[in-house]
C-alpha cells in the first residue's frame, strides 16, 4: 500500500536573529493550498545593498531538502540535502537568492529518488536531476523577464511560476509514500522526536525502518528525530530567560542540561546562550 505523507503539524525555522541589524532581508512565502502537504515555502535571502563585506549565512538544520537559486543567474541552481549540522555558506557583497523549502518525505515522493544520496551535501541540481533543473532554469528565466531589472527584482512572479510548475509536476506525477515510512514519520512528528524508534506503532522492522527513512528523508529515524526535537524548541520561540527558568528542554527528551547544550550547539551552530541573547 502505498500513500501520501502528513507533515502540516512540521513547521520548520530558519532564525533570521543570525543577522539581525544587519543590511539583509530573509522571506518565507507560502505557496498555493495544494502544495502545502508537499512544501513548506519559498524563501528569498537578498542583500538590501552592497555590503561591506563578504557575508556568512547560518543554515541549521530543519529536516527539509532545498533548491535555491541566483535570481541574477538561473543556470545556478542548486540542491540541499538533510544535514545533522549547521552549514555556513560565504555570500558575496550583493545577492539575491530564492529557494523552494520542501518538507521531509516529499521530494523522495515526487521524483522518485533516494535522498541518502544527498545527505550533508549541496549539488548543483542537472546532477540531481536533469529534466527538474531543465524546468525550473525555463520557470526562472521567464520569470525574471517579468520581475524587473538586476538586483531589483520582485518575488511574486517567481512565486507564481514556481505555483504552476510543481502543481503540474504534481498533478503528472502524483507522490507516493510507504505507507510504513507515513506512519513512522506521523508518529515521530506528532510525538516530538522524543518517540524511540523500538517504541514506534508500525508494522515493520526496525532494520527497514532505517532502510526507509534514509531513502524517504535521508537519514536514519534517530537522527532525524533529533532535528525534529530541535525545531520544536525553536517553535517555542524561546529565550535565554524562558530557557534558564522553565528548563522546558527536558519535556523535549534531552537528558540533562549538558545533552541540550551540546546538541543545540551542533544543530545551530552556537551555544542557546549566544543563539538567544
Known amino acids: 500500500m502505498i500513500v501520501s505523507t502528513g507533515t502540516s ?24 493550498t495544494n502544495l502545502r502537504a508537499h512544501i513548506h515555502c519559498y524563501w528569498e535571502l537578498k542583500s538590501l545593498q552592497r555590503l561591506l563585506e563578504p557575508f556568512v549565512y547560518y543554515v541549521v538544520s530543519d529536516g527539509c531538502i532545498d533548491i535555491f537559486f541566483d ?47 544527498l545527505t550533508g551535501a549541496c549539488l548543483p541540481l542537472n546532477e540531481v536531476n536533469r529534466k527538474l533543473y531543465q524546468q525550473l532554469n525555463e520557470t526562472i528565466l521567464r520569470s525574471s523577464y517579468v520581475s524587473g531589472t538586476r538586483f531589483n527584482r ?19 506525477h502524483p507522490p507516493q509514500t510507504d505507507f510504513r515510512f507515513s506512519l513512522a514519520l506521523d508518529q515521530m512528528l506528532s510525538d516530538k522526536g522524543s518517540t524511540a524508534i523500538e517504541q514506534l506503532q508500525v508494522p515493520v522492522s526496525p532494520r527497514h525502518l ?13 537522527a532525524f528525530s533529533k532535528i525534529v526535537r530541535f525545531q520544536n524548541l525553536l517553535n517555542l520561540q524561546p529565550t535565554k530567560e524562558t530557557l534558564k527558568r522553565e528548563k522546558f528542554f527536558y519535556d523535549l527528551g534531552y537528558y540533562d542540561q549538558a545533552h541540550f547544550i551540546k546538541e543545540f550547539k551542533t544543530i545551530y551552530g552556537l551555544t542557546p546562550n549566544i543563539a538567544f541573547k
Open 210 to 222: 532505517r532502510r526507509l527513512f534514509k531513502f524517504y528523508v535521508g537519514e536514519s529515524p534517530k
Open 9 to 32: 503539524c512540521f513547521k520548520p525555522i530558519q532564525p533570521d536573529r543570525l543577522f539581525k541589524g544587519k543590511e539583509i532581508s530573509y522571506q518565507e512565502h507560502t505557496p498555493s
Open 71 to 117: 535570481v541574477n543567474n538561473p543556470c545556478a541552481i542548486d540542491i540541499m540535502g538533510l544535514s545533522n549540522s549547521y552549514h555556513t555558506f560565504t555570500l558575496p557583497h550583493h545577492f539575491h537568492y530564492m529557494g523552494i523549502r520542501f518538507l521531509p518525505g516529499t521530494f523522495a515522493s515526487l521524483f522518485k529518488l533516494d535522498v541518502s544520496e
Open 154 to 172: 520582485l518575488i511574486h512572479p517567481f512565486v507564481m511560476a514556481l505555483d504552476a510548475l510543481f502543481t503540474r509536476i504534481i498533478t503528472d
